[in-house]
């Protein structure tokens, strides 16, 4: 149930997370679990849509009620529209906030995106990829992930058995199915691989928006047409974030093919629940996966290289679990989720400082 604000005082409120996108996307993926933590340490809420249970919320009609004057507030963007209402709140009506913006993405940025970032106060990173891309200063911050939620099961080999699905192993991608997330090479992949790996079946954890049924349906039928429509499953729409937790604790190996990836946050979850990953080189993948350690890496959009990576990563059982062992190593020591919310936190304060005023 999503905590209300009047379960705090909203005159105290510091920093305001804004989410203006009407549809549920990675952007709102990786607040889910950064926004709690940080509510540890700050006094922080959300202003808009597609706010996820268990984060505090103001509505829009109490951000104009209590935070039009007195002190200063973070306005932290993570979108062009949130930056756009950032910069008119501040500059038109006179809000005292103080423009934070988060830049994923990994490519050249129009005119009015960098338009907008130069009349923030500050910009934060999650890779140096992303900040490489700026041509301004930033923060480079990268996400985290909650390692009590996504966590390595007792026995993998028993919470699969519990899929029903068929094979001893089981090898998944998470993301929306379309052409952007590799969907159609981690099918193609999996046609060519999965003969020579009886013992293993495939799944495709994530939602089929209505743009691309007919995409789906394509992929469905080349399953079809190799005969493995039993060993390459779709699971549809997966609404709750334990039951995502759930299909990685159940997977031995998960497969990250997108062709481009602004962060990336399935390696890591991942990662953090046992499983090697093989990621194509986008997003922070290639900075998080030492080939050969705890998963591999390959080029995007490049099927014989994933399907190499895939026989290679499945051909021995005993060196997945080392390879995961590894991986869950990785993310426990260097990107739990509370090592992102210092990191931002401390951009906050910095940012008050400037101003004169503690956070």
Known sequence: MKKKSKHFDLRQLRVIAVSLGTRYSGINASMVDLLPEQAKHISIAVLGFNV???????????????????????????????????????????????????????????????????????????????????????VVVSHGVNTEKFSPPRDRSSAWAKRGLGGRYGIGAFGRVRFRKGTEDFVDAMIRALPRRPEWTAVIIGETTKEFLLFKNQLQDKIRGAGLEDRIRFTGFIERQEDIAGWYRSLSVVVCPSRV????????????????????????????????????????ADTNALTVAIEKITEDPQRVNLMGQRALEKVTMQYRVQIESDGIIAVYKELFAKRGVSL
């Open 52 to 138: 996820p249970d268990g984060v505090r919320q103001i509505t829009f009609r109490e951000f104009f009620r209590y935070c039009h004057r007195g002190q200063w507030r973070v306005w932290h963007a993570r979108r062009n529209v949130d930056m756009l209402a950032g910069l008119i709140l501040r500059y038109i009506f006179r809000f005292k906030l103080i423009l934070v913006f988060t830049s994923a993405a990994q490519r050249h940025h129009s005119w009015l995106t960098r338009f907008y970032y130069h009349h923030m106060s500050g910009v934060i990173c999650p890779t140096e990829a992303a900040a490489s891309f700026l041509d301004r200063p930033s």
């Open 261 to 300: 990836e602004g962060f990336g946050l399935p390696a890591l979850e991942a990662m953090a629940s046992g499983c090697p990953v093989v990621a194509t080189r986008t997003g922070v993948w290639p900075q998080l996966i030492s080939g050969g350690q705890d998963g591999y890496l390959v080029p995007c």
